[in-house]
């Protein structure tokens, strides 16, 4: 049986979700998975609280006012003990996502190098919102664009595989063959009004490495998870307290 490590970056402006996630992870069914949580909080307060009340393993990683930077330290940390322990597989589910019970299952049921789950998030795009899944392909007609799945469309399927350019870290399977190969990283762009933060995150980088290098990315889509963004706080949108979705 493949040996899987569970776990993600964590911070205390998702403590919000905290019941939720913790609660997701005590019901995953697979019988060969160990738990590691990477807190890059300021203070330990966050760390004690889920091994106090939760009873998860959590490690206490580096903080840094670059947010990306605290991301890729904390996800580098979980990478190199995936390696050193020797595990099979990594799946990297992120702290405002429930999976199913059976998503461990689920996801190396595709006996792929990388395959993730689906979630909701929203495209958010002058001044208009689309509730999407966070799967994309490149867009032919953009160079350096992605067209994303419209969330409707994704809930049509219950089942199979399906190859994208694009997904997000929220529920990612990598097997030990690829972290072997490519590290967790982001990248400096130029600020736009689409991307004022004027960086490139982990999860895009990764997707862009990985088929440098010739490998596939699927996505699962029987594997459909929940997504706790709003009334907290996302990398993507940031403060969520008062977002509402408007149709386009």
């Not at 330990?44 to 206490?60: N, S």
């Not at 495209?123 to 994303?148: C, M, S, W």
């Not at 130029?190 to 996505?219: M, S, V």
Request: glycine share 6%; proline share 3%.
């Amino acid at each position: 049986m493949k040996k899987v490590l569970v776990g993600c970056t964590v911070a205390d402006v998702k403590e919000y979700c905290l019941d939720k996630y913790a609660e997701g992870l005590k019901r995953l069914t697979y019988k060969n998975f160990d738990i590691l949580l990477a807190d890059n909080s300021k203070d330990e307060k966050y760390a004690t609280l889920i091994q106090e009340k939760y009873k998860l393993p959590v490690i206490r990683t580096g903080h840094f006012d670059n947010v990306a930077e605290s991301v890729i330290h904390g996800l580098n940390v979980l990478r190199q003990k995936a390696l050193d322990k020797g595990y099979d597989y990594f799946l990297c589910l992120e702290q405002d996502v429930v999976p199913p019970p059976n998503i461990i299952e689920l996801l190396l049921s595709a006996e792929k190098d990388l395959v993730t789950g689906i979630a909701p998030h929203l495209l958010v795009r002058e001044h208009k919102t689309q509730e999407i899944a966070l799967l994309a392909f490149h867009d032919k007609n953009n160079p350096g664009k992605y067209v994303y799945i419209d969330w409707n469309s994704a809930q049509q399927y219950n089942e199979g595989l399906l190859e994208v350019d694009y997904c997000a870290m929220t529920c990612f399977l990598f097997s030990k063959n690829i972290l072997k190969k490519i590290p967790f990283r982001y990248e400096l762009t130029e600020a736009t009004k689409t991307n004022p933060r004027n960086l490139l995150w982990h999860d895009f980088t990764y997707c862009i490495d990985a088929q440098k290098l010739g490998f596939k990315i699927y996505a699962h889509l029987g594997a459909k998870c929940e997504h706790y963004f709003y009334g907290g706080f996302s990398l993507t949108l940031g403060d969520t307290t008062d977002i509402h979705l408007k149709k386009n």
